[in-house]
């Protein structure tokens, strides 16, 4: 077996040459493709841009037989597809955007062994006609990517993929590779379990991106800060904007172009032609912005995105990790850039309370959102934040880590006590709480504390409370960032679709007197601007 590995070693490297054009292999990937060529199972775990299309890409050329993808992304089958004929790879793809006729030719040509790759939607497996058909044909591996969508906890979780376990029992002598860039400890191993690949080899990539520099700020007028993020720091350079909702997208892309960078949008609502040629003009063009939804840019390869910018707070870690990974996938300087505010905060835990989902489910929001928020707050690295969150803690820990090119590294956040502000935003949560039957929002809170006589105000003689303007010494700003920082280190919580504050076990502690509280200082944008804010 170890002089047919060494032959399949170097038709492995002909083949990149040959094929795909490159010289070396990238990472890992040379000992993974040479793992599968052999025959065995792998699960590759490797950040977005890393490389992972090769790992089985290359086998499925080398091996006899056709390789199957299986891919949820129904959507990139097609440019995924075009892309491997341009390089005179056969392939095709099977899904429900194909008519009786165009699947019947792909069918007969996989048949024929007229196909090196062949890709599949997860859910056309639990049809016999698939299986069947598959039976038919010769195989050269599996290939199983997004794999993550495979745990019932994580983030992205899809059904179908727990049938893919079968592909094992039905095809025990053909090799499986599981691709995921987005794999906590907990995801990893249930990758293995679920599909049923024990024996699996693990291959594990480093999941730091040391190029891309990580920056969350304090939202404040979020469009205008972005403005002057993109020209002060990234004028004429290609980008990607993501936004919550369809609307702020339009306005977005209608602001930076009327303030003079060039920006275009990308949303479902759009009509496909219209998106494919604003996908087409990202892909072509050098400077361009792409404001979209968490849509875009799955499965898109441009090298040069130098900036990744979330108006709107990701839904988790996961999924801001993965959207940030398509900044700088050619290794050069590139920034990630979150504005984040207490409205963020608010608005998605009310989204998860208001929305469909058991209570289990539920639950597993919150917690992704929670992992959200402490990466937000942290005071420490988040390079190292991130890197212990995926399983890959520096070795000296995440505590003391300081990879220098993230914004705490480069500005540490001063903190300050915050113990006599956090108790009087919690007596006023407590004061409020008697009024039964009214539902009080941060917004009022903070009015109150700033003892302002908003129509609220005075329609409940709540300028008559004890809490009633005993918070002059900060502005509002400072006073929501105090409630967010709160919600954040789990002092405080909202509860129910008018997000209502409430107390949490902690939240006694504080007012007690028992506990200490600091928060960061959150750096206002103009002081971040006379500090010489571009590095
Ligand atoms: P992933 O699926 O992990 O996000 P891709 O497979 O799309 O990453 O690869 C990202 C980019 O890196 C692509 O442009 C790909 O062609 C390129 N690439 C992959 N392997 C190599 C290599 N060995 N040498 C040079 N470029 C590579
Ligand atoms: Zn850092």
Redesign the pocket.
């Known amino acids: 077996a170890g002089g047919a590995q060494g032959a399949g070693e170097s038709e492995a490297l002909h083949t ?1 040459r040959r094929v ?1 054009g ?5 990472g890992e ?1 040379g000992q993974i493709i040479d793992h599968v060529v052999g025959g065995g199972d792998a699960v590759v775990l ?9 790992c089985y890409q290359i086998p499925a050329l080398v091996r006899p037989g056709t390789g199957v993808v299986i891919s949820p992304l129904i959507a990139l089958m097609q440019d995924q597809v075009d892309a491997l004929r341009a390089l005179g790879v056969r392939a095709g793809f099977i899904n429900s955007t194909l008519d009786f006729e165009e699947r019947r030719v792909v069918e007969a040509e996989f048949l024929a062994g007229e196909l090196d790759l062949l890709y599949l939607a997860p859910e056309r497996l639990r049809l016999e006609a698939t299986a069947s058909l598959l039976e038919r044909g010769k195989i050269s591996l599996f290939a199983i990517d997004e794999a993550h969508c495979v745990s019932q906890w994580g983030h992205d979780f899809r059904p179908d993929y727990l049938e893919l376990a079968v592909l094992g029992e039905r095809w025990p002598e053909v090799p499986r590779i599981a ?1 995921t ?1 987005t794999a906590t400890p907990d995801t990893h191993r249930e990758i293995g379990q679920r599909l049923g690949m024990p024996s699996a080899r693990s291959f594990v990539a480093s999941f730091d991106r040391p190029n891309i520099q990580y920056r969350i700020v304090p939202k404040r007028d979020p469009r205008k800060q972005l403005l002057r993020f993109v020209k002060e720091e990234h004028a004429g350079d290609a980008g990607i904007v993501y936004c919550l909702s369809r609307n702020s997208v339009e306005r977005t892309a209608e602001f930076l172009s009327g303030n003079g960078v060039e920006a275009v949008p990308y949303h479902a609502g759009l009509d496909a032609g219209t998106r494919a040629a604003h996908q087409a003009r990202f892909l072509r063009e050098d400077g361009l912005v792409v404001v979209a939804t968490i849509a875009f840019g799955m ?1 898109i ?1 441009k ?1 040069d995105v130098r900036f990744v910018a979330h108006l709107d707070l990701p839904k988790s870690v996961e999924g801001y990790y993965q959207e940030t ?1 398509r900044a700088g ?1 050619d290794g050069l300087p590139s920034t990630a850039w979150l504005a984040y505010g207490l409205q963020d905060v608010v608005q998605q835990r009310k989204l998860i309370e208001s929305g469909e989902g058991d209570q289990a489910f539920q639950r597993r929001a919150r917690g992704h959102l929670d992992a959200m928020l402490a990466l937000c707050e942290t005071v420490r690295c988040r390079r190292g934040e991130l890197l212990a969150y995926f399983g890959q803690e520096p070795e000296q820990g995440a505590e003391g880590y300081r990879c220098g090119n993230c914004d705490t590294c480069l500005t540490p956040p001063e903190t300050w006590d915050a113990t006599v502000p956090a108790q009087k935003v919690l007596s006023a949560v407590v004061r409020l709480k008697r009024e039964r039957g009214q539902k009080f929002g941060s917004g009022h809170i903070v009015d109150l504390l700033l003892g302002r006589k908003t129509a609220k105000v005075i329609q409940f003689d709540h300028d008559a409370l004890t809490v009633f303007g005993i918070g002059t010494e900060l502005g509002e700003p400072e006073w929501r960032g105090v409630v967010r920082q709160l919600l954040a280190q789990g002092l405080m919580e909202v509860e129910g679709e008018h997000g209502t504050l409430v107390l949490t076990d902690a939240s006694a502690d504080v007012l007690r007197g028992a506990r200490e509280v600091r928060m960061r200082k959150d750096v206002l944008p103009a002081q971040q601007a006379r500090s010489g804010g571009g590095q």
Request: aromatic share 12%.
């Open positions: 990149l795909f490159y010289d070396a292999f990238r990937q490797m950040p977005t841009g890393g490389g992972k299309s090769l691709l860039a499965g390869d090298p990974g996938r």
